[in-house]
T-cell receptor, first 114, second 112 residues
Framework: EDQVTQSPEALRLQEGESSSLNCSYT??????LFWYRQDPGKGPEFLFT???AGEEKEKERLKATLTKKESFLHITAPKPEDSATYLC???????????????FGQGTILTVHP | DGGITQSPKYLFRKEGQNVTLSCEQN?????MYWYRQDPGQGLRLIYY???????QKGDIAEGYSVSREKKESFPLTVTSAQKNPTAFYLC???????????FGPGTRLTVL
């Protein structure tokens, strides 16, 4: 069974204080790892897809990296508007009824104080 | 403007009632999904559809039903058989079932 564990559950940062969020996963074969941002009471917003170990993707103050067992979301010099819940999900390779299925972690709640 | 719409935003249900949540997309995506989100838990897949007139159960399909008669529409019915339906329901779509999924704004269902 695919599993995704995110840590920490909650993270409080001061504005400008860089840090990283972790996503550890267990999957029989990884097709893709996805990062989303979710604001309170809203649907998740797609950020990145990573496909292979060593891959990195960046968007503004966010950089996502991938190894064979985990992914990190690095936040550089965060601002209060970066406060949100960040979700990680994995998608397995394979066909049949499991094809395309995402398994989500429980999320990391990030709060950035001014 | 392309996107996914869900309605209503808030829904209140009395025990024993069936309710239907709407999901529409104008992205021309083939695949559509329904998830349930509870506090402190990850999103859990209820049903998904890879093409019109076809759908599969996800991890927590009991007490729910769906239809996919049109490419752009994927309504979810929460039946009286669902024992704990109070949750935030999210609809998503993707170009195909192996691409990134894009989410709608969600419907918050509360059982009175």
């Amino acid at each position: 069974e695919d599993q995704v564990t995110q840590s920490p559950e909650a993270l409080r940062l001061q504005e400008g204080e860089s840090s990283s969020l972790n996503c550890s996963y267990t999957v029989s074969g990884l097709r893709g790892l996805f990062w989303y941002r979710q604001d309170p009471g809203k649907g998740p917003e797609f950020l990145f897809t990573l496909y292979s170990a060593g891959e990195e993707k960046e968007k503004e103050r966010l950089k996502a990296t991938l190894t064979k067992k985990e992914s990190f979301l690095h936040i550089t010099a965060p601002k209060p508007e970066d406060s949100a819940t960040y979700l990680c999900a994995v998608q397995p390779v394979g066909g049949g009824t499991s094809y395309g299925k995402l398994t989500f972690g429980q999320g990391t709640i990030l709060t950035v104080h001014p | 403007d392309g996107g996914i719409t869900q309605s209503p935003k808030y829904l209140f249900r009395k025990e024993g009632q069936n309710v239907t949540l709407s999901c529409e997309q104008n992205l021309n995506h083939d695949a559509m999904y329904w998830y349930r989100q509870d506090p402190g838990q990850g999103l859990r897949l209820i049903y998904y559809s890879q093409i019109v007139n076809d759908f599969q159960k996800g991890d927590i399909a009991e007490g729910y039903s769906v239809s996919r008669e049109k490419k752009e529409s994927f309504p979810l019915t929460v039946t009286s058989a669902q024992k704990n339906p109070t949750a935030f329901y999210l609809c998503a779509s993707s170009i195909a079932d192996y691409n990134e999924q894009f989410f709608g704004p969600g419907t918050r269902l509360t059982v009175l």
